[in-house]
Nanobody, 117 residues
Framework: QVQLVESGGGLVQTGGSLRLSCAAS????????MGWYRQAPGKQRELVAD???????NYTDSVKGRFTISRDNAKNTVYLQLNSLKPEDTAVYYC???????????WGQGTQVTVSS
């Protein structure tokens, strides 16, 4: 069994900051990619950012320059620093990992981020 435990969501005002964390545990051989997705009410889930084992990162355009993804491989943990938050960033944020060698993927339970105007 693999578990992803997320933390760090909450309510902030426009321009504020939050830091999300996601710790993976269980029967994990190796984690290739770790990432964060988000889903706002009435919208499809979208990729926010991801980071692969070598450290390369990828961000959706709307968060570039404001969000930073990082990972601690020793702790199987991924972080997302959210700065300069906007009301349109309001969503449930989900952690996602892609493991090797069998390619299994896992999702966290989601953490709510609400940005008030």
């Amino acid at each position: 069994q693999v578990q992803l435990v997320e933390s760090g969501g909450g309510l902030v005002q426009t321009g504020g900051s939050l830091r999300l964390s996601c710790a993976a545990s269980g029967s994990i051989f190796s984690i290739n990619a770790m990432g964060w997705y988000r889903q706002a009410p009435g919208k499809q889930r979208e990729l926010v950012a991801d980071i692969i084992l070598g450290g390369s990162t990828n961000y959706t355009d709307s968060v570039k320059g404001r969000f930073t993804i990082s990972r601690d491989n020793a702790k199987n943990t991924v972080y997302l620093q959210l700065n300069s938050l906007k009301p349109e960033d309001t969503a449930v944020y989900y952690c996602h990992i892609h493991t090797t060698p069998w390619g299994f993927e896992y999702w966290g339970q989601g953490t709510q981020v609400t940005v008030s105007s």
